[in-house]
Nanobody, 118 residues
C-alpha cells in the first residue's frame, strides 16, 4: 500500500508545536488545508515541489513552516506557537496552481486532527 495520507496531528497545549507529514504528490504545489469544526476549508500553506517556493495564510505566517524533503519524498508542516484557533482537521493537499484558494486544492486523506488547548 502506498501511504499518501497526512500524519502527525495530536493534542498540544497553546504555545506548543507539532509537525505534520505527508507523502509528496508529484503535483506542482503541495501543502495543507484545514477545516475547523463547523467551518469551511481554509488554506494554510503551500510549497512548490520543484524549487521550494512557499506561501502561507496570514493567520499562520511566522508560526508555521512548510518544507519538503525530496530524498524522502515527504512534505512537512512544522507548526509552532500553536493557538486554540489552529484547532482543525488538517489535510494534505495538492494543486496545479500557486493559490491561496482551498477549493483549488485536491485532498485525498481523512485528515489529521490538531487540537490546541488553552
Amino acid at each position: 500500500q502506498v501511504q499518501l495520507e497526512e500524519s502527525g496531528g495530536g493534542l498540544v497545549q497553546a504555545g506548543g508545536s507539532l509537525r505534520l507529514s505527508c507523502a509528496a504528490s508529484g503535483r506542482t504545489f503541495q501543502g495543507w488545508v484545514r477545516q475547523a469544526r463547523g467551518k469551511e476549508h481554509e488554506f494554510v500553506a503551500t510549497i512548490r515541489l520543484n524549487g521550494g517556493t512557499t506561501r502561507y495564510a496570514d493567520s499562520v505566517k511566522g508560526r508555521f513552516t512548510i518544507s519538503r524533503d525530496s530524498a524522502k519524498n515527504t512534505v512537512y508542516l512544522q507548526m509552532s506557537s500553536l493557538k486554540p484557533d489552529d484547532t482543525a482537521v488538517y489535510f494534505c493537499a495538492s494543486s496545479a496552481y500557486d493559490s491561496v484558494n482551498p477549493y483549488q486544492y485536491y485532498t485525498w486523506g481523512q485528515g489529521t486532527q490538531v487540537t490546541v488547548s488553552s
